[in-house]
C-alpha cells in the first residue's frame, strides 16, 4: 500500500515487556517522526530521524529507543514498558528540508498501546 | 513550558455558521505554523500553513490568520459542516534543517446539524 503504514494498530503488553511499534512509508521521504498522543498534552515528538542511520531526541524521549536501518522504515521499541507509556503513538514522514512543503508532515493511522 | 497552546479543549458550532479555533505561541522564532485535523482512530491530516510573512492564507471554506504582534493565530471554517467535526491541531515550526513540528494540545470541534 501507498502512504504511511503502522503495525500493530492495537497491542496490549504488560508492565516491563520489550514492545516494537512499526513504521513505514513509500514515498522515500528523508524525514521521519514519532510522536505521543495524551489526553491534555496533543502530540509530543519522541525521536525523529533526518536520514537512514541518523536519528535525534524528540521532547519526551526517555523509556524510547529508535532505529532507521533503511529510508522507509523507523520502529520505536520500548524497551521496558511501563504504565505512563500508555498512549496513542503515530508515525510521520515528510520531505528533506528546503521550504514550506517540507514542514508538511504525513502521519501514519497510529497504534494504540494498553501498558497493563 | 507549552509553547504552542490551544485554550479551548473543545468548541461546538452550528452547522453553517462560522467556527474560529485559536491557537497562541510564545516563541517568537517560529516562521511557519500550520493546522492538522484528526478524526477518531485516524492519523492527523494536514488542513492549511501560513508563513510568517503573511498574515492571511485562504483555502475554500478554510483561512487562517495570524497576528505576529500578538503571537496568535486562528482557523476559521465558514460554512461549518457536520464532516468538519474532529479534533485540530495547531503546529508550528522554527524552520532550520530539521523539520521538526511543535504542537498544540488541540480542540475538538462538534459541528452540530
Known amino acids: 500500500d501507498a502512504g504511511i503504514t503502522q503495525s500493530p494498530r492495537y497491542k496490549i503488553t504488560e508492565t516491563g515487556r520489550q514492545v516494537t511499534l512499526m513504521c513505514h512509508q513509500t514515498?522515500?521521504?528523508?524525514?521521519m517522526f514519532w510522536y505521543r498522543q495524551d489526553l491534555g498534552h496533543g502530540l509530543r515528538l519522541i525521536y525523529y530521524?533526518?536520514?537512514?542511520?541518523?536519528?535525534d531526541k524528540g521532547e519526551v524521549p526517555d523509556g524510547y529507543v529508535v532505529s532507521r536501518s533503511k529510508t522507509e522504515n523507523f520502529p520505536l521499541t520500548l524497551e521496558s514498558a511501563t504504565r505512563s507509556q500508555t498512549s496513542v503513538y503515530f508515525c510521520?514522514?515528510?520531505?528533506?528540508?528546503?521550504?514550506?512543503?517540507?514542514?508538511?508532515?504525513?502521519f501514519g493511522p497510529g497504534t494504540r498501546l494498553t501498558v497493563t | 513550558d507549552q509553547q504552542v497552546k490551544q485554550n479551548s479543549p473543545s468548541l461546538s458550532v452550528q452547522e453553517g455558521r462560522i467556527s474560529i479555533l485559536n491557537c497562541d505561541y510564545t516563541?517568537?522564532?517560529?516562521?511557519?505554523f500550520l493546522w492538522y485535523k484528526k478524526y477518531p482512530a485516524e492519523g492527523p491530516t494536514f488542513l492549511i500553513s501560513?508563513?510568517?510573512?503573511?498574515d492571511k492564507n485562504e483555502d475554500g471554506r478554510f483561512t487562517v490568520f495570524l497576528n505576529k504582534s500578538a503571537k496568535h493565530l486562528s482557523l476559521h471554517i465558514v460554512p461549518s459542516q457536520p464532516g468538519d467535526s474532529a479534533v485540530y491541531f495547531c503546529?508550528?515550526?522554527?524552520?532550520?534543517?530539521?523539520?521538526?513540528?511543535?504542537f498544540g494540545t488541540g480542540t475538538l470541534l462538534a459541528v452540530q446539524p
Open positions: 530521524s533526518a536520514a537512514a542511520d541518523i536519528t
Open positions: 503546529a508550528a515550526s522554527r524552520g532550520g534543517a530539521t523539520n521538526k513540528l511543535i
Open positions: 510521520a514522514s515528510s520531505e528533506l528540508a528546503g521550504g514550506p512543503i517540507s514542514y508538511e508532515q504525513y
Open positions: 516563541n517568537s522564532m517560529f516562521d511557519y
Open positions: 501560513i508563513s510568517s510573512i503573511k
Open positions: 514515498w522515500s521521504h528523508s524525514y
